[in-house]
């Protein structure tokens, strides 16, 4: 059974770094992209940054300069670092996963910014 599992998020002073982790388990098959998605209270998921098994690399306008993701090369880790972190960077932080066509997603981990 494949599974995600994310760690790293806290509570951090606005200014402030964190980097976020996800591991792949379960699946003999390389994922073809993960990605991070984050959800703040009232608002639809979004899209923060994708890396596919080509390398390349996509991130959205609202982290752009400030998050940066990488992989391992046989994509079963995938790390957002963030700073600067801002009190609109609040939310819960998904880990997604594409195999085979199939989506798979961890468990969230909450990412709060202190003003």
């Known amino acids: 059974q494949v599974q995600l599992v994310e760690s790293g998020g806290g509570l951090v002073q606005a200014g402030g770094s964190l980097r976020l982790s996800c591991v792949v388990s379960?699946?003999?098959?390389?994922?073809?992209?993960m990605d991070w998605y984050r959800q703040a209270p009232g608002k639809q998921r979004e899209l923060v940054a994708t890396i596919t098994i080509a390398g390349s690399i996509n991130v959205a306008d609202s982290v752009k300069g400030r998050f940066t993701i990488t992989g391992d090369n046989a994509q079963s880790t995938a790390i957002l670092q963030m700073s600067s972190l801002k009190p609109e960077d609040t939310a819960v932080y998904y880990c997604?996963?594409?195999?085979?066509?199939?989506?798979?997603w961890g468990q969230g981990t909450q990412v709060t910014v202190s003003s």
């Open positions: 379960g699946s003999s098959i390389s994922a073809n992209s």
């Open positions: 997604h996963a594409k195999i085979l066509g199939s989506s798979y």
